[in-house]
């Protein structure tokens, strides 16, 4: 190695310090500048399901800040599929880059509208396996929804833990500060619909649960 150039022991440890205290205290991570409303383990998790999931839709109830949104756009566009995204407010930091990248995104009422819910039950039960993300009323989503998956379709609510006390015990302070989801608020919907979950998300604060034959 050449030895006139300066080499300091990391300080990378340190710097990861900083941002995972920064990312418990705030809904806020920055991936190359785009704002996410996630934990950062989150996407790389993501990134694996769609990699290996065979989706040919994405169907996103709630988009907030956008960021999130932008990369299952992305995905999206490059493998050539369907991308939809609802939320009733288009104020979010990274909407107008969203727009900028997909017509995918739709500013309106698919929770508490009958006829904007059925039109989403309708992209739901297109050919081919839909992955839906429950990321506004999370809870009222997976409700709303579970009853239109077909079988090997996936569904996903965002700030998740299985319990409060596993919220308490293993999560606020640790990976996350928000509990917004958990099993009990969507036990009929599983039970009447078989939708079967795994941990793997966990540590990410989504659940994420199949519907089986």
């Avoid at 169907?59 to 992305?74: K, P, Q, R, T, V």
């Avoid at 995104?105 to 739901?124: A, M, R, S």
Wanted: charged share 25%.
């Amino acid at each position: 190695m050449n030895d006139k150039i300066r080499i300091e022991k990391g300080n990378f440890h340190e710097m990861e310090s900083r941002e995972m205290h920064e990312i418990f205290s705030t809904p806020h991570y920055t991936l190359f500048g785009l704002t996410l409303q996630q934990n950062p383990v989150a996407i790389r998790k993501l990134n694996q399901l769609l990699h290996f999931g065979n989706f040919e839709r994405i169907i996103e109830i709630g988009a907030g800040d956008g960021g999130l949104s932008i990369l299952f756009a992305l995905w999206a566009k490059i493998k050539n599929k369907e991308f939809h995204s609802f939320d009733i407010h288009d104020r979010g930091a990274n909407i107008a880059l969203l727009r900028s990248l997909t017509d995918g995104f739709v500013v309106k009422d698919v929770l508490f509208n009958p006829e904007n819910v059925e039109y989403v039950k309708g992209l739901i039960q297109k050919p081919g396996r839909t992955l839906l993300i429950c990321d506004a009323g999370k809870i009222i989503d997976f409700n709303t929804y579970a009853d239109s998956l077909k079988v090997n379709d996936i569904i996903m609510m965002h700030d998740f833990a299985p319990t409060k006390e596993y919220f308490e015990e293993n999560v606020r302070g640790k990976i996350w500060n928000w509990q917004e989801s958990w099993y009990a608020g969507v036990e009929e919907a599983c039970l009447r619909n078989n939708i079967v979950h795994t941990d793997y998300f966990y540590d990410c604060v989504w659940s994420c649960g199949t519907k089986r034959g």
